[in-house]
């Protein structure tokens, strides 16, 4: 794969001359591969926006923030307790509490050699105190406190600039605003902030024999549960999704929907259309109108799946079966999408390793993605499949808290062997 990565190779050059590459193979890509292909060609969004912090949730920055202010911007105590100088308990130890000092509400007055403040936390940190004790290790009457034990010099102070200084880059341009990183922007004074504008995302269904949830179903229909589930995992990365229905297996119905999403989304993502059936022409359009990179994975489920381009459109055509579409969402265009995005991440989805508690049957030669159940039994962690693992038993992803990742090479395996599982929450 190296050698891929190390030679300037365009996409166009690969469409229409795969052999240009040794390791190219677009009828088997192997996972790892494909992903680092994509990545290649994709190009992160740059438009930007300004919004307000309220609204700026799950949003992409844009910029390099950098802090205005010192935070905090003073001195202040940690804690509730009393401050004094240090040097005042060389020769003493009783203390005059000479005012209280509350959050907000400095003193403007000298605390001298012998005299201590009570203060509360965030108080400000008036002239003469080098030290804060808690109040409960001290004994305080008659407006005078006794130590019961000594603190250290600076002890239960924050200093000005203690989190945050002045002009520090606090969060990377690439940063995904979370609500900690909200708090953070918050802390700044800072009311609005620069992200990168949503990726719009155009999807729909393919398929003759794929009719919508709501109306009455024959003998040889499925209702349309893609849509359901792609449009979901969409949202849950809050692009701007572009929703263009269910499309009948029509050639120049299919072509007309394409061209029209190319002119108005970022990225195009259907299910459907993309098997070797006769009907099946979503590679045979993608190619008239522009380049496709690769059109099967070696991988279980998902290996009917293409990735290509319309003019600057990515698309990513997943396979119809509803195991086999959310598989190869989560295992190649969600990342995808966040670099599209303008997400700097690291892709690399974690990996644990526990023991599977039955056997499990495979032959080398493709990755696959079984279904699992992650479980404690004794206090140790241990997996099981959902059962049944075929691409069209949605029920397997509903029960399931894992994928059991086998890689290509691995055989059979058997009750009590560690294997590698990702979790579920690793794609939210």
């Known amino acids: ?107 403007t007055n000298l605390v001298k050699s012998g005299e201590a403040i009570q203060i509360m936390t965030g108080g400000k940190i008036p002239k003469g105190v080098d030290t804060v004790i808690p109040i409960e290790l001290v004994k305080h009457a008659n407006n005078e406190i006794t130590f019961i034990e000594k603190p250290k010099f600076g002890a239960n102070i924050r200093k000005c600039g203690e989190d945050i200084k002045q002009r520090d880059i606090v969060l990377s341009k690439g940063t995904l605003l979370y609500p900690s990183e909200l708090g953070l922007i918050a802390s700044l004074g800072l009311a609005k902030v620069k992200v990168f504008k949503k990726l719009k995302v155009g999807f729909f269904s393919t398929g003759d024999e794929v009719v919508k949830a709501g109306e009455k179903i024959k003998s040889g229909q499925v209702y349309n549960s893609n849509h359901f589930t792609i449009h979901s995992m969409l949202n849950r990365l809050n692009v701007e999704c572009i929703d263009l229905g269910l499309i009948p297996d029509s050639k120049i119905i299919i072509k007309n929907t394409l061209l029209k999403a190319s002119k108005v989304a970022d990225v195009i993502v259907t299910t459907g259309g993309v098997s070797v059936g006769e009907a099946d022409y979503m590679k045979e ?28 459109t990515d698309f990513f055509g997943l396979p119809g079966n509803p195991v086999s579409a959310m598989v190869t969402f989560y295992q190649i265009v969600q ?16 990996l644990l390793k526990v023991e599977c508690v039955e056997s499990i049957f495979k032959r080398p030669g493709r990755t696959e993605f079984q279904r699992g159940i992650l479980f404690q039994s004794n206090g140790v962690w241990k997996v099981k499949t959902t059962g049944q693992q075929g691409s069209g038993i949605l029920s397997s992803m509903s029960k399931a808290n894992c994928f059991i990742v086998l890689n290509m090479d691995r055989g059979a395996i058997k009750a009590g062997e560690i294997v590698d599982i990702q979790l579920m929450d690793s794609f939210i």
């Open 1 to 107: 794969m190296a050698s891929i990565m190390s030679k300037k190779i365009t996409l166009k050059d690969l469409s229409n001359e795969p052999g240009c590459l040794a390791e190219y193979d677009p009828n088997a890509m192997q996972i790892e591969s494909a992903k680092k292909l994509i990545s290649s060609f994709i190009k992160p969004i740059k438009d930007t926006e300004s919004v307000s912090l309220m609204d700026s949730l799950n949003r992409v920055l844009a910029v390099d923030l950098v802090s205005p202010i010192n935070v905090p911007n003073y001195d202040n105590s940690a804690m509730d307790g009393f401050g004094f100088n240090i040097s005042s308990l060389k020769n003493k130890k009783k203390l005059t509490v000479k005012e209280t000092v509350l959050a907000g509400k400095p003193s």
């Open 335 to 350: 990342n995808a999408l966040k670099n599209r995005m303008g997400l700097k991440i690291d892709d690399t989805i974690p």
């Open 285 to 312: 359009v993608l190619k008239e109108i522009g380049q496709v990179l690769f059109w099967k994975l070696s991988i279980k489920p998902g290996r009917p799946m293409a990735y290509g381009k319309i003019n600057t």
